[in-house]
C-alpha cells in the first residue's frame, strides 16, 4: 500500500505540547552557579517524549530543597530522609520522570512549556524503544 504525502519541509516536532503530566527523559544535564541567588545549580534539559525539548534547572539552597527532594522521587533516586547525597550532571543524564508541564508565552521564542512541578505517584516511566525515542527518524 502507498500513502501520498506532500512534502512541507517543516519540523513535525511541537514547540510546546498542551498543560499535563508527560514522561519525560533528561538529555542533557550541566552544573552551573545560578545567575540570581549564586546558588549551585544543574540545568537540565528535558526530551518529552514524542515532545520538544523542555529547559529546567535545580538550584541547590535552603529555599529549593523541596525541589531537589521531590526530583530525586520522582526519578527514582530518593535516599533516606536525613540522608545526603551528592548529585552529578551526568550521572543524572537518561533518568526517567513524569513532568507536569504548563505552557508560556515567550515574547522571544513563543509558546514554550515549563516544568511545573515533578510527579512523585505515578512512578518511573518506562522507557521508549530506541526507534520510537529517535527524532531524527523521517518516520
Known sequence: MAVKHTFGDEDNRPDAVEAGVYPATIKTASEKISK???NEMIEIIWTVDNG????DYLTFGPKTAYKVDTF???TGNAPKKGEEVEIKAEDIEGQRAFL???VEDDPQYGRKNKVNKYITDKGIPPALPEAESDSNKPF
Not at 520538544?52 to 529547559?55: A, K, L, R, S
Open 36 to 38: 540570581s541567588s549564586g
Open 52 to 55: 520538544p525539548d523542555v529547559f
Open 72 to 74: 530525586l522521587k520522582a
Open 100 to 102: 507536569e508541564l504548563r
